[in-house]
């Protein structure tokens, strides 16, 4: 019998409690990143001032990629699951999409979260995953492989 991943079981429990993004397209069809592909390359700034480089930075380490906004209801009942994994010792990193740096920093203090984030202005990262739907979240394996992919 195979160990179930941490990842795996919150990603599980994540899926049931949504429901699909807040777009009216097939989420399947807006993906452009699947399961077994590699992680596209991206750069982004955390709000510690610190640089997220993919796929150098995910090597080594199983990490999930959540991509969300402050104005999605589905994003904001999600993020609280998502710090309690964090919490839990799950390395999580939080990526907007098209959100002010004003605006996200605003949700993360009324939500008390503490999980790292990036606030991108644009859809310049979202867009190498997916055209459309969030809550969105990739597990990256340490090699930088997508080992699973939720949308909500």
Known sequence: MRPVRFASVVMACLALAGCV???PDSADADTRVRVGDTVPAFTVSLDDGSAFTSPNS????????????TTCPDCLAALPRWQQAYDGGQRIVCISRAEKAEDVAACWASLSLTMPYAAVPDRSVYNLFARSG??????????????????E
């Open 21 to 23: 993004g807040n777009e």
């Open 134 to 151: 969030v809550p969105r979240s990739y597990t990256v394996s340490p090699t930088g492989i997508i080992t699973a992919l939720t949308v």
């Open 58 to 69: 995910l090597l080594g380490h199983e990490t999930v990629l959540v991509f969300f906004t």
